[in-house]
Every structure is written in C-alpha cells, then in structure tokens.
C-alpha cells in the first residue's frame, strides 16, 4: 500500500512538473518555485474526490465523447474517435491499461475544460471552485456558459438540472442526484389522466369482451339487433380507440353466436327429420371445433383475473391480459370461426349431397390452415354419405331415410327395375364425385339389386366379397373416409367390374339371352323359311276370312301343326312354348290378314330387353314381313297356275286365229306383268332377308359378345332394332314410301286374283272347246267333269262354236284390259316408289335401288327432270 | 516487462495519445502517460482532471487562486 502511494506520489510530482513546465515554456529548466505549493494543492484536489460520480463504462463513455464530437460538427473526427477507441478497447493483457474508462473519462473532462478555457478567458469566475456540482458537464457549451453569469446558488440549481437533463439526452445514466424525481412524475400525472378517460377500467372490459365471445352480454358490452354485433354502450366513456377494440374483438362473440344458433337449430329440428345424418354429421364437427374454442377460452379468462400492470409498475406481474393481448390471442380463432360461419350461412338450405358438395367447394383453399380445418370438416361431414355408397355398391342396400344420397329408388314393377327402378339425383351429387363415377356406382348397385330380384341369384355376393378385398378393405363399416375419392373409385371399378360379369353371366348362361333372341328373329323376323311357308299355307285359307270369325284356338292349333311339320319341332321346348299367335284389335271389315300376329313371351328377366315397347316394334316389323311374305305367297301361286300345262296348250290349236292371237296375247301380256312383279317382289324380298336383317343380326351378335354390362346389351338391341326399321322403310321419314310400297302390295294381290280367273277362264275354254273336238269317252269324261263343275250351266254348251269363240274373245278381251288396267297402274307406282328412292337418306337403301334398278331401265324409261 | 507487453503498452499509449489529440486535450505524450498510470493506480479521473485543469492556467491567475483556496478546508 504504501509502495503503491508513493508511486502515486512521484507520479504526481512528475505530473505537476511537467505542467507547469508546459504551461510557461519559458521558464528554465529548475522546478519553478511554487512546485511546492502545486503539488500540495493537487494531492489535496486528488484526496478529495476518491470516487466517481458517475458509472464506469467505457463504451457509454466513448459513445458520448463521440457524439459530442458529432454534435460540434467534426463528424470525421468522430469516425476517427471511433475507430480508435475500438482498438484501444481490444488492446487486453498485460501492459495494457486496465482502467480504459478511466483515461476516456480523463481525457474527456480535459477536452472539455479546456475547450471551456478557450471559450471563455474572461469568466474564470465559473470555473472556480465550485466542482461539487459539476458532475457532468453536459452537451451545450455555448448555451451553459451564455446563459449562467451569476454564482448564486441559483446557477448551481439550474445547472444542476440542467446537467440532469442533459445527462439524460446523453444516454449516460445517472443513478442519483434526481431530487425532483421528474420520471415519476411525468408517469403518474398519465395514470390519472387515463383514469379520468376511462370511466371502465381495462380489467372489466377484457372480462367483458370474453363474455361476449360466448355469446353472453356483459356489464358494458352488449349485443345490439341494430348493428348486429356486440358493442359498448354509447353512454359510457372510453377512448374510441378502446371501443374500435372492443368492437373488433367482438366480432368472434358475433360468429359464435352464428355458429352456436345454428348448432341448436339443427339439434332441435332432428326429429322432424328436417335434418339429415349429413347435417348431423356436420354439426357434430362444428361442436368439436368449439370445444377447442372453449378450452382457449377458459385459458383466457383464468389469465384475465391478473391485474393489468400501470406503467409506474416495472416488470411484468404474471400473464395478464390486455385488450392487445386479447387480439394477438384471437387471431387465429377469429379466422375458424369466419369459416364456419361462412359454412354455416351456405348450409342452412342444403341437406346431404348438395351440402357436402357446398363444403367442399370451401375447402379448395390455398392457406394450409383453412385447408387442414376444412379437410377435417369435411371427414365428419361426408363419412355418412360414404358409409351409403359403399353399402350401395357392395349390397344393393340403400338405407337413405332423409334422402340425402344421390340415388333415388321408384318402387317400379319387376320388368322396369332395371331401367325406372332407381336414377341418379343430381342435385344430391357432390362435387368431387364425377359425373362417370356416379353413373358406375349407380349401375354396380341397380345390377345387384337386379340380380337379386329379377334373376333371384345369390352369386353376386361373392362377387361383392371378391371387390371389397381387391379393393382393400372390408364389408363392415367405415374404411372410407373424405379425401380418399380414389380409394372410393377404385373400389367401386372393382365392384363394378365383377358385379357386371356375373351380371352377364347369368344372363346369357341361365337364362339363355342369345338363344331367345336368335328365336325371336327366327319366328318373329320369319327367319325360319320352311316353317313359314307351311304357316302361310295353313294358316292362309283361314285368314281371308273377315277378322271377327276367326277363333285364335284354331290359329293356336294350326300354328303348333306347322311348327310340326317344319325343321322347327327340333328347337328347344322352351323356345317353342313361348310362340304365339296373337290377335289384334280389329274393327269392323278387318280382315284375318290384317290383324293375325305372332308373339314371343319373354319373361322375366329378359323382359327388360324385350320390354311392351321393344315387342310393339316387333311386331310391327312382323307385320310388315308378314304382308311382304303373302304377296310374294300369291305370286308363286300364280305362276303355279300360269305354268304352261298340256291343257292351255293345247288351246292353241283348237282355236280360231282371231281368238288365239288374244289369248296368246293376253297371255304374253299376264307373263309380263307377272315377271316384273315378281322381280320387284324377290329384290325386295331378298333385300329385307339379307341386306337388312341379316347385317343387323350379325352386327348385334358382335356386339353382344363384347358387351361389358347389361346397358350395353340394352344399347345394342336398340340399336339393332333401329336399324332394322330404318332400312326396311318402317321408319318416320320413309312413311311416304311405305305407303307406296303398300299400294303396289294391293296391286299384286289384284293381279293375283286377275290372274287366277284368266287361267281359270282359259281352263273352261278349253275344257269346252276339247269338249266340242275330243271322242266321245273323253267328251263324258270331261262332259261329267263339266256336269259336276256348273260354273255357267247353260250358255256355253247349248251355244255353237261361234258363240264360244265370242264369249272366248269377249272374256279375253276384258280380261286384257284389266290386265292393262292393272299394268298402267302398276308402272306407274313402281316408277314413283323408284323415283322417290335416292331421296331416301339411309345408304342402304341406294342398294335396293340398284337391284331394282341395275338396268336403269326404270330411270330411262322416265328421266327425272332436275 | 516482456516485450509483447512492452509492445501492448506502447501500442496504447499511442492510441490515447491520438485519441487526446483528437479531442485537443493539448496533452503531450509523457504527461499522457504519466495521468494514464495514475488512473490505472485508482485515482479519481474527475480529480486528475482537474489537477491537469488548475496547474496549466497562468502562473498571474494561480497565485491568487492558491491564496484562496488555501483558507478553504
């Protein structure tokens, strides 16, 4: 200690030496003569003050020497300061200076007194002895020492707190030497006036606000209808910034009030089965979500009891809470709340599908937030609807009370299960099911239901097992939840898939589909030759009857007997039970012709491929077959009578020439007209069997063998009727044609009946004119023949030669003209039905214009005129 | 003392003496040196200071000051 003084002490008498020789340079070199003295005065300036007034801290010391030096405008020294100090600070270890603040310090003080010097030789009078109060010189020179000129203790106030302040602004701190204590004072003075602000204190307006936020009104925040939200009353006194708070933190009171009311709606609206599980579903989501809001909620106002620090009050007692707070808290809330109020506003109409589908809708949002909350909606919400359509597709089961799902059953009859039964509800359909989804999944669940009833099969279960684990989960509930569309298409194509094959196997395997509907063109489409034929001669002679004499039970006997008799007795029993003949209403002067039938019963399942419909359009093709198979009938018939026979023949030669040129040409003339009838007839004839029905048959065999499910199979046979309708001229836009066609039909009959009674004409002729020429055992023969057959008793065997040769030409005669007759009309009609051909739009009709017509000889004989 | 010490010390000395220069301490670097040791010592630099600030004014004005303060206790 002692070494350390007087240490202390040289250094000191080096110090004042070197001072004072400084400061009178022109003294010699011997110690001036007050050393002495000064070194007495400065030990006892240096014993007096042992201890800093201020805080030591070198770098708040260098940041004020710095900004001093930046305030009198020397902003590079202040950098060069800077840079200085810096490594004047890093120097560390030994033989550096341990005490930095201290020489900062120093050289500060020195700076600055001597800058005060300078400034102010005349006012040593400031600068005596008064440094008790001088702690810390402050930043404004100029200002301190042009203001203070008096020495009165006044001076030492002012600069006292001048210096107070000033320490302050410099950003050193002064711990005491604060009497007036202006800090406190400028806080408390804004305590009260917030207090005179604020009738409410913050405490009850948060606790208010939480009431509010369950929808509960509190002492000052209410709810008010006008404004539709929770406000504080107008009469009480806040600040407008407190109220625009409280009004925006209440506005999460607004939506959970929304929300809530909807909740309680819903819950009490449930046994009047307005509600559906769906919107069950989606209110038990909303109450999950509001009791994560409750939990937060009751966090809050356990927080809320702490009393919110003033400003006076340093530090932080516990987690109180502010209405600031109170906003930083709710912003996240306040966001889930929006949504669910938003969800909530969407669905107050909408019941099952239609709901999900608004839900889902809302969820195609980009924020992962809204998208997370939303999904998890979603999960609750659609998990009925799932638990519906798996139940559908693995079970035909549709348990659907609140009709929520997007498929409809129609208690229908069993043949239209399949086509009426049940059909798609689009407004029920959500959106994230596709369009070809739904129609899959309703046809997967028609097909079983299908099965179940109509073909009374047991198989489809199976089936269903087989689906349901290739498509990895179980037929129990649950598995299937929102978001996992895929899973759901995956196994619904699964279903799908082997419900449709078993479908189809059932169909052509047990209930024969392809063979009742080859047997169904066999007789109905009069694809089994020889059986019609030998119908058409049975059946023939009956039907020219008038249409109201006729017993079906006779039809009924004389059907079976052909079917006898033709290569269609080896068709299967089955088959065969199911044919026919049938009736139609007729009226008055109907003749058997016109109403006589047949008829395929096809039951059940196969009627809903061969519904009233479909067999309507059948039987009209029948008809129209049938008539063309009469006529082409009549003529084979006639040209069983023209064929040339020893008895016409030998005609010729008895005759006059006179007479045997017209028979002969009235002859020629009947073969003529025949053999073009009869190339019309077989053209068409051949057309309808091959061009029409043949194609259309093979085409729908092809089909129907890669036809995946029963609507495709439907499609197919529509399609093949159609375009059989089309092509025979049945259809709409041949209608003029048809009535063509039936006209030159009549025409032929005509000519049939014409024919018959020429040749019958010719036969008479000649029986009487051999009669008149053979020997007598014939002439008996034929004389008893004659006897026996008294067509006109009299007047042909009592009159000569002559009058036979008159009658015979009279007869030719007007049977040539009738023929003529017939003839004209025929050309015509056959020319107008060629004529209106091309217009036809069905192609293939071009090709019976080419076999009618491959001549041209029709189109030459009368060119169109364009 | 080692010459990395000596080196350090120099090397400070320097730094304050620019640093004084930069604020126009009027300090020249042997006084530096001698008010940097005493400082290290543990004396108040408020006092140094002023010490620095009596005995550099005139020899005219400081005598009567002595005289005064003298008589002050």
């Given at each position: 200690?002692?070494?350390?003084?007087?240490?202390?002490?040289?250094?000191?008498?080096?110090?004042?030496?070197?001072?004072?020789?400084?400061?009178?340079?022109?003294?010699?070199?011997?110690?001036?003569?007050?050393?002495?003295?000064?070194?007495?005065?400065?030990?006892?300036?240096?014993?007096?003050?042992?201890?800093?007034?201020?805080?030591?801290?070198?770098?708040?010391?260098?940041?004020?020497?710095?900004?001093?030096?930046?305030?009198?405008?020397?902003?590079?020294?202040?950098?060069?300061?800077?840079?200085?100090?810096?490594?004047?600070?890093?120097?560390?270890?030994?033989?550096?200076?341990?005490?930095?603040?201290?020489?900062?310090?120093?050289?500060?003080?020195?700076?600055?007194?001597?800058?005060?010097?300078?400034?102010?030789?005349?006012?040593?009078?400031?600068?005596?002895?008064?440094?008790?109060?001088?702690?810390?010189?402050?930043?404004?020179?100029?200002?301190?020492?042009?203001?203070?000129?008096?020495?009165?203790?006044?001076?030492?106030?002012?600069?006292?707190?001048?210096?107070?302040?000033?320490?302050?602004?410099?950003?050193?701190?002064?711990?005491?030497?604060?009497?007036?204590?202006?800090?406190?004072?400028?806080?408390?003075?804004?305590?009260?006036?917030?207090?005179?602000?604020?009738?409410?204190?913050?405490?009850?307006?948060?606790?208010?606000?939480?009431?509010?936020?369950?929808?509960?009104?509190?002492?000052?925040?209410?709810?008010?209808?006008?404004?539709?939200?929770?406000?504080?009353?107008?009469?009480?006194?806040?600040?407008?910034?407190?109220?625009?708070?409280?009004?925006?933190?209440?506005?999460?009171?607004?939506?959970?009030?929304?929300?809530?009311?909807?909740?309680?709606?819903?819950?009490?609206?449930?046994?009047?089965?307005?509600?559906?599980?769906?919107?069950?579903?989606?209110?038990?989501?909303?109450?999950?979500?509001?009791?994560?809001?409750?939990?937060?909620?009751?966090?809050?106002?356990?927080?809320?009891?702490?009393?919110?620090?003033?400003?006076?009050?340093?530090?932080?007692?516990?987690?109180?809470?502010?209405?600031?707070?109170?906003?930083?808290?709710?912003?996240?809330?306040?966001?889930?709340?929006?949504?669910?109020?938003?969800?909530?506003?969407?669905?107050?109409?909408?019941?099952?599908?239609?709901?999900?589908?608004?839900?889902?809708?809302?969820?195609?949002?980009?924020?992962?937030?809204?998208?997370?909350?939303?999904?998890?909606?979603?999960?609750?919400?659609?998990?009925?609807?799932?638990?519906?359509?798996?139940?559908?597709?693995?079970?035909?089961?549709?348990?659907?009370?609140?009709?929520?799902?997007?498929?409809?059953?129609?208690?229908?009859?069993?043949?239209?299960?399949?086509?009426?039964?049940?059909?798609?509800?689009?407004?029920?359909?959500?959106?994230?099911?596709?369009?070809?989804?739904?129609?899959?999944?309703?046809?997967?669940?028609?097909?079983?239901?299908?099965?179940?009833?109509?073909?009374?099969?047991?198989?489809?279960?199976?089936?269903?097992?087989?689906?349901?684990?290739?498509?990895?989960?179980?037929?129990?509930?649950?598995?299937?939840?929102?978001?996992?569309?895929?899973?759901?298409?995956?196994?619904?194509?699964?279903?799908?898939?082997?419900?449709?094959?078993?479908?189809?196997?059932?169909?052509?395997?047990?209930?024969?589909?392809?063979?009742?509907?080859?047997?169904?063109?066999?007789?109905?489409l009069l694809g089994q030759g020889d059986f019609v034929q030998y119908l058409m001669d049975i059946v023939g002679p009956e039907l020219s009857e008038p249409a109201n004499t006729i017993?079906?039970?006779?039809l009924?006997?004389l059907?079976?007997?052909a079917?006898?008799?033709?290569?269609?007795?080896?068709?299967?029993?089955?088959?065969?039970?199911?044919?026919?003949?049938?009736?139609m209403?007729h009226g008055t002067g109907d003749r058997g012709w016109d109403v006589f039938s047949l008829?395929?019963?096809?039951?059940?399942?196969?009627?809903?491929?061969?519904?009233?419909?479909?067999?309507?359009?059948?039987?009209r093709i029948f008809n129209f077959l049938w008539k063309l198979r009469r006529v082409e009938h009549a003529l084979i018939g006639a040209w069983k009578a023209m064929k040339p026979n020893c008895i016409a023949s030998l005609s010729f030669t008895k005759l006059q020439g006179a007479v045997k040129l017209q028979l002969l040409s009235t002859l020629r003339r009947c073969q003529v007209l025949w053999d073009e009838m009869n190339h019309f007839v077989s053209n068409l004839q051949y057309y309808i069997m091959f061009e029409v029905l043949?194609?259309?048959?093979?085409?729908?065999?092809?089909?129907?063998?890669?036809?995946?499910?029963?609507?495709?199979?439907?499609?197919?046979?529509?399609?093949?009727?159609?375009?059989?309708?089309?092509k025979s001229l049945l259809g709409?836009r041949s209608q003029p044609l048809y009535k063509t066609l039936f006209v030159l039909f009549d025409l032929i009959l005509r000519f049939r009946s014409h024919a018959d009674r020429l040749c019958e004409g010719i036969y008479e002729l000649q029986a009487r004119t051999v009669g008149s020429s053979l020997p007598?055992?014939d002439k008996t023969k034929l004389g008893r023949h004659l006897n026996e057959k008294p067509s006109e008793p009299g007047s042909w065997v009592s009159d000569g030669r002559k009058a036979l040769t008159q009658r015979a030409s009279e007869f030719l005669r007007n049977m040539g003209q009738d023929l003529d007759a017939i003839s004209k009309e025929y050309s015509s009609v056959l020319e107008g039905f060629i004529s209106q051909l091309p217009v036809q739009?069905h192609?293939d009709l071009k090709f019976l214009l080419f076999r009618l017509d491959f001549t041209e000889f029709y189109s030459r004989l009368h060119p169109v005129v364009s | 003392?080692?010459?990395?010490?000596?080196?350090?010390?120099?090397?400070?000395?320097?730094?304050?003496?620019?640093?004084?220069?930069?604020?126009?301490?009027?300090?020249?670097?042997?006084?530096?040196?001698?008010?940097?040791?005493?400082?290290?010592?543990?004396?108040?630099?408020?006092?140094?200071?002023?010490?620095?600030?009596?005995?550099?004014?005139?020899?005219?004005?400081?005598?009567?000051?002595?005289?005064?303060?003298?008589?002050?206790?």
């Amino acid at each position: 200690m002692e070494g350390v003084d007087h240490k202390v002490t040289d250094l000191v008498k080096e110090l004042v030496l070197r001072l004072q020789s400084n400061s009178e340079p022109t003294q010699n070199t011997n110690p001036p003569p007050d050393f002495q003295k000064s070194l007495r005065y400065a030990l006892r300036i240096l014993s007096s003050r042992m201890s800093p007034s201020i805080a030591a801290d070198s770098a708040a010391m260098a940041e004020s020497i710095k900004r001093h030096l930046a305030t009198q405008g020397k902003s590079s020294e202040a950098l060069t300061f800077a840079d200085l100090y810096s490594k004047f600070a890093s120097k560390t270890g030994p033989g550096s200076i341990n005490n930095k603040w201290a020489v900062l310090y120093l050289l500060k003080v020195i700076s600055e007194d001597r800058r005060n010097l300078k400034n102010n030789q005349s006012d040593s009078r400031v600068s005596s002895g008064f440094f008790t109060s001088s702690t810390t010189p402050g930043g404004l020179p100029a200002l301190f020492d042009a203001k203070s000129n008096d020495v009165s203790s006044n001076s030492r106030v002012l600069r006292s707190r001048e210096s107070v302040e000033k320490g302050w602004s410099n950003g050193v701190l002064s711990v005491s030497k604060d009497p007036k204590n202006i800090r406190e004072l400028a806080f408390k003075k804004f305590v009260d006036l917030l207090k005179e602000e604020n009738e409410v204190s913050e405490e009850v307006l948060v606790r208010d606000v939480l009431y509010a936020c369950q929808g509960i009104d509190g002492k000052y925040v209410k709810f008010d209808k006008n404004v539709d939200g929770y406000v504080l009353n107008d009469s009480i006194k806040v600040p407008r910034a407190t109220r625009i708070m409280v009004r925006k933190l209440c506005e999460l009171g607004l939506l959970f009030r929304k929300v809530k009311g909807y909740i309680s709606e819903s819950m009490d609206r449930f046994p009047a089965e307005d509600v559906g599980t769906v919107g069950q579903a989606f209110c038990a989501a909303l109450q999950d979500e509001l009791s994560e809001y409750y939990k937060l909620l009751a966090v809050l106002e356990s927080q809320s009891v702490n009393p919110i620090p003033s400003f006076s009050e340093s530090g932080s007692s516990g987690n109180y809470l502010s209405l600031r707070r109170l906003s930083v808290w709710f912003a996240e809330p306040m966001v889930k709340m929006r949504l669910m109020a938003v969800l909530v506003d969407k669905c107050r109409v909408l019941r099952g599908g239609a709901m999900a589908g608004a839900i889902h809708l809302h969820a195609q949002h980009g924020d992962p937030l809204v998208h997370e909350f939303m999904k998890r909606l979603l999960r609750r919400v659609c998990s009925p609807l799932f638990e519906m359509v798996r139940s559908w597709v693995l079970e035909g089961e549709l348990e659907d009370i609140f009709a929520e799902f997007f498929i409809l059953a129609q208690p229908v009859k069993v043949e239209s299960l399949w086509r009426e039964g049940y059909r798609l509800h689009a407004g029920m359909l959500p959106s994230f099911i596709s369009q070809s989804l739904a129609q899959r999944i309703l046809r997967t669940g028609k097909s079983i239901n299908f099965l179940r009833v109509c073909c009374e099969d047991r198989g489809w279960a199976d089936a269903a097992m087989e689906a349901a684990a290739a498509a990895g989960m179980t037929t129990g509930r649950g598995g299937l939840g929102y978001g996992e569309t895929d899973a759901l298409e995956t196994l619904v194509m699964e279903a799908a898939k082997r419900i449709d094959k078993h479908l189809l196997d059932v169909m052509y395997k047990q209930y024969k589909f392809k063979e009742h509907c080859l047997a169904i063109k066999r007789y109905l489409l009069l694809g089994q030759g020889d059986f019609v034929q030998y119908l058409m001669d049975i059946v023939g002679p009956e039907l020219s009857e008038p249409a109201n004499t006729i017993s079906s039970f006779k039809l009924a006997g004389l059907l079976e007997s052909a079917v006898r008799s033709s290569n269609a007795q080896y068709d299967d029993r089955d088959v065969l039970d199911r044919l026919r003949v049938k009736m139609m209403p007729h009226g008055t002067g109907d003749r058997g012709w016109d109403v006589f039938s047949l008829d395929y019963d096809a039951r059940v399942p196969l009627d809903t491929v061969f519904t009233e419909s479909v067999m309507a359009r059948y039987l009209r093709i029948f008809n129209f077959l049938w008539k063309l198979r009469r006529v082409e009938h009549a003529l084979i018939g006639a040209w069983k009578a023209m064929k040339p026979n020893c008895i016409a023949s030998l005609s010729f030669t008895k005759l006059q020439g006179a007479v045997k040129l017209q028979l002969l040409s009235t002859l020629r003339r009947c073969q003529v007209l025949w053999d073009e009838m009869n190339h019309f007839v077989s053209n068409l004839q051949y057309y309808i069997m091959f061009e029409v029905l043949e194609v259309s048959w093979s085409d729908f065999s092809n089909e129907m063998d890669v036809a995946k499910d029963l609507d495709d199979l439907l499609a197919a046979h529509q399609k093949y009727l159609h375009s059989i309708v089309e092509k025979s001229l049945l259809g709409e836009r041949s209608q003029p044609l048809y009535k063509t066609l039936f006209v030159l039909f009549d025409l032929i009959l005509r000519f049939r009946s014409h024919a018959d009674r020429l040749c019958e004409g010719i036969y008479e002729l000649q029986a009487r004119t051999v009669g008149s020429s053979l020997p007598s055992q014939d002439k008996t023969k034929l004389g008893r023949h004659l006897n026996e057959k008294p067509s006109e008793p009299g007047s042909w065997v009592s009159d000569g030669r002559k009058a036979l040769t008159q009658r015979a030409s009279e007869f030719l005669r007007n049977m040539g003209q009738d023929l003529d007759a017939i003839s004209k009309e025929y050309s015509s009609v056959l020319e107008g039905f060629i004529s209106q051909l091309p217009v036809q739009q069905h192609i293939d009709l071009k090709f019976l214009l080419f076999r009618l017509d491959f001549t041209e000889f029709y189109s030459r004989l009368h060119p169109v005129v364009s | 003392m080692d010459p990395e010490a000596a080196r350090t010390a120099r090397e400070s000395l320097d730094l304050a003496f620019h640093m004084s220069n930069v604020l126009d301490a009027g300090l020249d670097r042997h006084t530096l040196s001698v008010l940097i040791a005493l400082c290290d010592l543990g004396l108040n630099p408020e006092a140094l200071a002023a010490v620095v600030k009596e005995l550099r004014r005139e020899p005219s004005s400081s005598s009567p000051k002595l005289e005064t303060l003298s008589s002050v206790p």
